[in-house]
């Protein structure tokens, strides 16, 4: 193919460089960092189990060991130039990985780059009892695994744990329940805000549901899951030290053939994702329309003012928060339309759409985690009642009628609320008028408070 010229100053070669040239498509080093991280917990693994099973010298494993250290140190994070939209079985990252052990293994032992007998050979001993087919998508469940883990599950669970204790908090704190957006029923606003809780119980349950395969690690399948120039006991002793050198529970995949032809774990983890991003979403929907005012709106309850939100309206402050997440959400659902294409994409024995799966994957898993750590500390941290507005909408609602369905039918009941709304009367006053029932009668039978069912 021709000479390629390769910056000096740089650990990459020639196909980092080519790849660098022919795929100028958006941001440069769009490729995750993750994934490099990934790639060289496995790199690191497999010298390991190379040299355990006898076709690697104990010299050359240190050496590759000591190089993927420094990039998990983040000393060489400027050596990873290739993006995303690159050819799709990511190729490309993997030799740009290979390279830069390759040669930076070669001025940690004292030579130069290009010179001399080399310590290390990208393709030889960088990449023994490898192919891109089986690397990238280990890199990639690494990665997948070590962001839901360690940002996605965490950050729910901190706004998980909030909201529980407001919800703890103001479980005797009767208002207006909502249906279709119309005033129901009332119930408490502990008791709301315990669906919330609930549904992200849920979906942090889903999100572990779905660990188990994509712990299953594709590396020992090499080109197209046979494992061809593979040392025997190679797939299950290379994801064993996986695990050890990440402290994660890394196995290998039961079936190498599904696990480069297919990501269904990906599709799949991410489609619990995708379940996190709706209650999400409806939750910060619910929050910044109960809090919706401060005088013209429905003002159940207060939330932090963090910052002014208007250029041109004195004194507004807006749901800020809520309208992240509510972004975050979006992100990912579409995130998740791409994930879902490129799950599509197994030809035969190879994936090629691995880079892109990625790349949505890893941003939804940290949109997630960080968007629910930012919702917590700035706004759910400081939800309030607005304890008069809560009074005078439940005093208010025309579907406290509801109790009387019992003792005076479902009928009547309807009779009293709609000509309660039509003279702008309240529903006791109603009643009264009415001849359904007497004053002591209504005040015995329309409790707000006995109308909500059990608080445990």
């Known amino acids: 193919m021709g000479e390629v010229q390769v910056p000096a100053d740089k650990y990459w070669g020639a196909q980092t460089e080519r790849s660098r040239n022919n795929f100028k498509i958006g941001p440069a080093a769009s490729m995750p960092h993750e994934i490099i991280e990934g790639f060289a917990y496995l790199k690191k693994a497999a010298a390991y189990a ?13 050496a590759i060991a000591a190089v993927c250290d420094e990039i998990l140190a983040g000393k060489l994070d400027d050596q990873f130039p290739l993006v995303i939209w690159q050819t799709g079985s990511g190729t490309q990252s993997n030799m740009n990985v290979n390279e830069v052990v390759a040669n930076r293994a070669q001025v940690l032992a004292g030579g130069k780059i290009g010179e001399g007998e ?11 009892s490898q192919s891109s087919n089986d690397t990238f ?17 965490p950050g729910v669970e901190k706004l998980r744990d909030t909201l529980k204790k407001k919800s703890d908090e103001f479980m005797n704190v009767v208002k207006i329940g909502r249906t279709h957006l119309m005033d129901a029923t009332p119930l408490t606003l502990g008791q709301e805000l315990s669906g919330y809780v609930a549904q992200l119980n849920y979906g942090i349950k889903a999100v572990k549901n779905t660990l188990a395969h994509l712990s299953e ?22 994801a064993k030290y996986i695990a050890e050198f990440t402290g994660l529970p890394f196995v290998t995949a039961e079936n190498k053939f599904e696990a480069l032809a297919a990501h269904d774990a990906i599709v799949e983890t991410h489609g619990a994702l995708k379940q996190l991003a709706v209650a999400l979403n409806k939750i910060a929907n619910d929050i910044r329309m109960l809090a919706s005012g401060p ?23 807006n749901p800020t928060q809520c309208e992240a997440l509510t972004m975050v959400a979006a992100q990912v659902m579409g995130n998740d339309v791409a994930i879902t294409i490129g799950g599509t994409q197994g030809h035969y024995e190879l994936n090629v759409f691995k880079p892109v799966m990625a790349a949505n994957f890893l941003q ?16 759910a941290i ?66 707000p408070e006995e109308m909500v069912g059990s608080l445990k």
């Open 118 to 128: 080399p310590v290390l050979k990208a393709n030889d001993d960088v990449n023994k």
């Open 295 to 317: 005088r013209s709106g429905i003002g159940e309850i207060l939330i932090p003012e963090n910052e002014p939100g208007s250029s041109i309206m004195p004194g507004k402050v």
């Open 50 to 62: 190379n040299c355990e099973l006898g076709v690697l010298p104990q010299e050359k494993r240190d």
């Open 217 to 238: 690690l594709a590396l020992g399948g090499t080109a197209v899951g046979t494992g061809l120039n593979t040392p025997k006991g190679y797939d299950v002793l290379v």
């Open 137 to 153: 998508p280990t890199g990639m469940h690494i990665a997948a695994y070590k962001a839901v883990v360690e940002v996605t599950i």
């Open 382 to 447: 400081g939800i309030e009642p607005n304890y008069d507005r809560i009074k005078q909408l439940v005093d208010n609602s025309l579907m406290l009628v509801t109790a009387l369905n019992t003792k005076i039918g479902y009928y009547k009941a309807a009779e009293i609320a709609q000509t309660a709304h039509k003279n702008n009367s309240t529903l006791k006053e109603t009643a009264i008028k009415l001849g359904y029932v007497t004053a002591e009668e209504f005040d015995e039978w329309v409790k």
């Open 364 to 379: 939804s898993a940290r949109l997630i985690g960080d968007a629910c750590v930012s919702f917590e500390e700035h706004c």
